[in-house]
């Protein structure tokens, strides 16, 4: 089974601090997301990447960086926590073909801002 | 642009009954559809997608979904509700003609079944 690991289940931060999520997958896969999960606004892309070191803005990349230096790896960096960046994050890997292939999911980082 | 819309915040079934979570979709070409399903504190699984043909298309724990091209429609469905079906569900597409292959997720739909 493939599997996405994200480091850490629960993260308690404060306002201005650097904050790095981690996401590992263990399939070879090439491509990698990063998605914000709130409620009733479902998920939303906030970085994602076609191959090592590459990478792309989604729809809400204000306030992240990125940085994927290998193929199994992907983090998510907060730059300066504000408190609206309280949010679950899930990292995903896409298998098979960028055109149909699906999505598999870590289980999340829930990070809280104070 | 690409967008998809759950229309119903939540949806409550008696366990037993048929149960149906709806998703519209609008792309500027031909879509790709997929279902996923999220337990509590978990992440998402793929439940099931449609690429091309049979417009019914079956997935995972006795789901099925079906394209309706003319009412951009791909309704989530299940003949008989189970308790453990009570979860958080997506819908999300991708435009065909859409280079960067870019997913959009609806809002979400939360099933409760009721014993």
């Known amino acids: 089974d493939v599997k996405v690991t994200q480091s850490s289940r629960y993260l308690v931060k404060r306002t201005g601090e650097k904050v790095f999520l981690e996401c590992v997958q263990d399939?070879?896969?090439?491509?990698m997301f990063w998605y914000r999960q709130d409620p009733g606004l479902g998920l939303r892309l906030i970085y994602f990447?076609?191959?090592?070191?590459?990478?792309e803005k989604g729809d809400i990349p204000e306030g992240y960086s990125v940085s994927r230096e290998k193929k199994e790896r992907f983090s998510l960096i907060l730059e300066s926590a504000s408190t609206n960046q309280t949010s679950m994050y899930l990292c995903?890997?896409?298998?098979?073909?960028?055109?149909?292939?699906?999505?598999?999911f870590g289980e999340g980082s829930r990070l809280t801002v104070l | 642009a690409q967008s998809v819309a759950q229309p119903e915040d939540q949806v409550n079934v008696a366990e037993g009954n048929p149960l149906t979570v709806k998703c519209t979709y609008s792309v500027s070409g031909n879509p790709y559809l997929f279902w996923y399903v999220q337990y509590p504190n978990r992440g998402l699984q793929f439940l099931l997608k449609y690429i091309t043909g049979d417009n019914l298309v079956k997935g995972s724990y006795g789901f099925e979904a079906e394209f309706n091209k003319s009412q951009t429609s791909f309704h989530l469905k299940k003949p008989s509700a189970l308790v453990s079906d009570s979860a958080l569900y997506f819908c999300?597409?991708?435009?065909?003609?859409?280079?960067?292959?870019?997913?959009?997720f609806g809002s979400g739909t939360r099933l409760l079944v009721r014993p």
């Open positions: 990447s076609y191959d090592v070191k590459m990478k």
């Open positions: 399939m070879d896969h090439e491509n």
């Open positions: 995903a890997s896409r298998g098979g073909s960028a055109n149909t292939g699906e999505l598999f």
């Open positions: 999300a597409v991708r435009d065909i003609g859409d280079s960067s292959y870019k997913l959009i």
